[in-house]
């Protein structure tokens, strides 16, 4: 007998990537009921969340509590600036609400920590968003599962976003004031990159890094024991004036004897017709697998092309649905999801690992 219940959604905070939402409300069991966030945030966030609410045609609540009591909600759908992120899961999950949440999964261990308690104390389940339904994604992973190249033993990812990030390195004239970070990721909202949204400045590992992790995890099954990692700001003047990176490289200790590796940054709009270069290389005891991330696409050129459109477009890809699918099997079966709470915990602790490496130079062990 086929699943047929609808479930009523919050969406606490859409200031940061509000598509999570639309690809919850993409599929037919899941519905947009309330926005709603915290009377103090401030008033940019409250602009925000009001313009996504109308868009929806559905009520913008400065009350977060309240919205999740009065409105029959069984989801919560969590989006806010980086740091708030647990602080508004964990309350969601004290009142028994499943979660939905936006990417990183923390920016401290102590909150992760907190998170991971409140949500397995309540039941409730939980997705962290991602791309692992992209379909050269799965794929890859059937292949694996197939056994098509043996057994792997290597896996190597080429995580590239195509995003400018404001001026380029060396571009601030000497005596000028460095470049505020939330102001700027607050104006860089316009156009899409605005990833690192908050307070506190956050690099391309730290944004991105659960994206290329995700790939390694769920075509290998695999888990990261250690890291080796080195990262510079090379591309962009706002990463170099608040001390984070916006290229790293990775390397990585799995489980099993499984060695991994990941190169990841944000690169600049021009270096790429389509967004980026995403490439997953893997090796295995019979052959090989290479994968771009971007197939199938197709490319559209023609007279009077705006700059910044894309030449190179996706196509046929149902991530986002697929996600929501995902997420709605977990409820009505009570299982875990494609990626849970577990799964991203594993993610944030290498992610901080890496950064640790790269802090003090030395390999350091994920715990």
């Known amino acids: 007998m086929a699943h047929s219940r609808k479930y009523r959604c919050a969406v606490l905070s859409a200031v940061k990537h509000d598509y999570v939402a639309r690809g919850m409300a993409s599929h037919p069991r899941?519905?947009?009921?309330?926005?709603?966030?915290?009377?103090?945030?401030?008033?940019?966030?409250?602009?925000?969340?009001?313009?996504?609410?109308?868009?929806?045609?559905?009520p913008y609540i400065r009350d977060v509590e309240r919205a999740l009591k009065e409105f029959d909600i069984q989801v919560a759908i969590v989006s806010p600036e980086a740091e708030r992120h647990c602080s508004l899961s964990i309350r969601a999950a004290q009142l028994g609400k499943h979660i939905v949440q936006d990417k990183p999964l923390a920016t401290r261990r102590a909150d992760a920590d907190q998170l991971v308690e409140a949500i397995e104390k309540a039941g409730v389940r939980f997705l962290m968003w991602n791309r692992n339904f992209m379909p050269a994604v799965l794929h890859a992973r059937e292949q694996v599962a197939a056994g098509a190249i043996g057994t792997p033993y290597a896996i190597h990812v080429d995580f590239y976003?195509?995003?400018?990030?404001g001026p380029p390195r060396g571009s601030r004239q000497l005596g000028y004031p460095p470049i505020n970070w939330e102001a700027h990721q607050i104006a860089a909202h316009i156009d899409g990159a605005d990833g690192g949204l908050g307070r506190e400045p956050m690099g391309e590992l730290a944004v991105e890094g659960i994206y290329p992790l995700g790939y390694i995890c769920f075509i290998t099954g695999s888990t990261v024991q250690r890291v080796f990692a080195r990262s510079t700001a090379f591309f962009h003047q706002v990463h170099a004036d608040n001390g984070v990176e916006d290229l790293a490289s990775v390397s990585l200790e799995m489980a099993g004897g499984l060695i991994g590796s990941i190169a990841i940054g944000r690169i600049g709009l021009a270096s790429h017709p389509s967004g980026g270069e995403i490439k997953l290389h893997v090796l295995g005891s019979l052959g090989a697998l290479v994968i771009s991330e971007a197939r199938p696409e197709v490319g559209i050129y023609h007279k009077n092309q705006a700059p910044k459109e894309s030449r190179q477009r996706r196509v046929a890809g149902e991530n986002d649905f697929l996600l929501a699918d995902d997420f709605a099997l977990a409820l009505d079966e009570k299982r875990d999801t494609v990626m849970g709470i577990r799964a991203s915990y594993a993610i944030f602790a290498t992610v901080e690992s890496a950064l640790e490496s790269c802090r003090t130079g030395q390999a350091v062990e994920v715990r």
């Open 30 to 58: 899941f519905e947009l009921v309330v926005v709603a966030d915290d009377p103090h945030a401030p008033q940019w966030a409250h602009e925000r969340n009001q313009q996504f609410a109308d868009a929806h045609s559905i």
């Open 161 to 165: 976003f195509a995003k400018d990030s």
